[in-house]
């Protein structure tokens, strides 16, 4: 698999993609070049059998500062920008490809994700921070709003009270209020975290595939139906389930008293 300019991917044995932000000496802030390789690396990950589950993670002391704010200097670039156009044609397409990528995406947090760098974070399924490292919603203080879905994310994960007071305070979460908050899946030490979170996609990578597919389309649909509708998406997507042969093999295993081998 070919790499990015500002993204390395690394396949693993097991069928582990790594994705790596690759701009340290910038703590990866979000380039427009990153944010085209990002989602290449995403759109190839999709297409690609070997891929069985991705690590999203940066490198260096950061995961991602944000928007690189460089390329919004208005001494050095006209003015102004579109932002709504540049939400719509590069951070859309991208966070998009992320989540819809249909295998399970875990990404690790460590030092600091801020701004659009969070919205990049919790478009992966299970979220997982190092225990120093915090969320920083800092678009007040460059006098915006918020953008990348960060605002949505907040909103569900903590009501619109808590959501409206951080994005104006531009304030910031540590892992522990994160995880309280039930915006990630989890933390763990700082020194840990790179290998939980490695096993966690390794674990992934192990299972029943299409059932992640499943679960992710089924969390969507909680999220977006009303109740009789969900209903029936919830068990068109089972129905899908109950035909495979996965379903089967889980069946049978644990009637043969034995572990299920996944295709
Ligand atoms: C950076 C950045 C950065 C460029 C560190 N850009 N270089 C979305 C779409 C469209 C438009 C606009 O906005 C958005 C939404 C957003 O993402 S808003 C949020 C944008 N991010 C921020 O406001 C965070 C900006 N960065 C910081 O406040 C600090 O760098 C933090 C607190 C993250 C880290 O501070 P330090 O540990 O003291 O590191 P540092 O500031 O020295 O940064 C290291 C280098 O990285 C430095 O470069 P240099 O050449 O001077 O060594 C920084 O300029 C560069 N850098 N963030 N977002």
Same mark, same amino acid.
């Given at each position: 698999?070919? =790499?990015?300019?500002? &993204?390395?991917?690394?396949?693993?044995?097991?069928?582990?993609?790594?994705?790596?932000?690759?701009?340290?000496?910038?703590?990866?802030?979000?380039?427009?070049?990153?944010?085209?390789?990002?989602? /290449?690396?995403?759109?190839?990950?999709?297409?690609?059998?070997? &891929? %069985? /589950?991705?690590?999203?993670?940066? =490198?260096?002391?950061?995961?991602?500062?944000?928007?690189?704010?460089?390329?919004? =200097?208005?001494?050095?670039?006209?003015?102004?920008?579109?932002?709504?156009?540049?939400? %719509?044609?590069?951070?859309?397409?991208?966070?998009?490809?992320?989540?819809?990528?249909?295998?399970?995406?875990?990404?690790?947090?460590?030092?600091?994700?801020?701004?659009?760098?969070?919205?990049?974070?919790?478009?992966?399924?299970?979220?997982?921070?190092?225990?120093?490292?915090?969320?920083?919603?800092?678009?007040?203080?460059?006098?915006?709003?918020?953008?990348?879905?960060?605002?949505?994310?907040?909103?569900?994960a903590l009501g619109p009270a808590r959501a409206?007071? #951080?994005?104006?305070?531009?304030?910031?979460?540590?892992? /522990?209020?994160?995880?309280?908050?039930?915006?990630?899946?989890?933390?763990?030490?700082?020194? /840990?975290?790179? =290998?939980?979170? !490695?096993?966690?996609?390794?674990?992934?990578?192990?299972?029943?595939? #299409?059932?992640?597919?499943?679960?992710?389309? &089924?969390?969507?649909?909680?999220?977006?139906?009303?109740?009789?509708?969900?209903?029936?998406?919830?068990?068109?997507?089972?129905?899908?389930?109950? !035909?495979?042969?996965?379903? !089967?093999?889980?069946?049978?295993?644990?009637?043969?008293k034995r572990p299920p081998r996944w295709a």
């Amino acid at each position: 698999m070919s =790499d990015g300019l500002t &993204v390395r991917c690394e396949i693993g044995a097991g069928g582990v993609l790594e994705i790596v932000l690759d701009r340290p000496e910038k703590l990866n802030a979000i380039s427009a070049q990153l944010l085209v390789d990002l989602r /290449a690396a995403f759109e190839r990950a999709t297409r690609d059998a070997e &891929v %069985r /589950a991705i690590l999203l993670r940066g =490198d260096g002391r950061a995961f991602c500062a944000g928007q690189d704010l460089s390329e919004r =200097d208005p001494a050095r670039n006209p003015w102004p920008f579109d932002l709504e156009r540049i939400q %719509r044609d590069a951070y859309h397409p991208t966070l998009k490809a992320i989540s819809g990528c249909g295998k399970p995406v875990v990404a690790a947090i460590h030092g600091i994700a801020a701004g659009a760098g969070v919205g990049i974070a919790l478009a992966c399924d299970v979220v997982l921070m190092g225990s120093g490292a915090r969320l920083s919603f800092a678009f007040s203080k460059l006098g915006l709003s918020s953008d990348a879905a960060c605002a949505w994310h907040l909103v569900k994960a903590l009501g619109p009270a808590r959501a409206r007071g #951080l994005l104006m305070m531009a304030g910031t979460l540590t892992a /522990a209020e994160a995880e309280a908050a039930g915006l990630i899946w989890g933390s763990v030490e700082d020194d /840990a975290l790179l =290998d939980t979170a !490695r096993k966690l996609a390794a674990d992934l990578a192990g299972g029943p595939r #299409l059932a992640y597919r499943l679960i992710h389309d &089924v969390v969507d649909a909680a999220q977006t139906l009303p109740f009789e509708d969900y209903l029936a998406e919830e068990a068109r997507l089972q129905g899908i389930a109950g !035909r495979s042969a996965d379903y !089967r093999e889980g069946i049978t295993a644990f009637m043969e008293k034995r572990p299920p081998r996944w295709a």
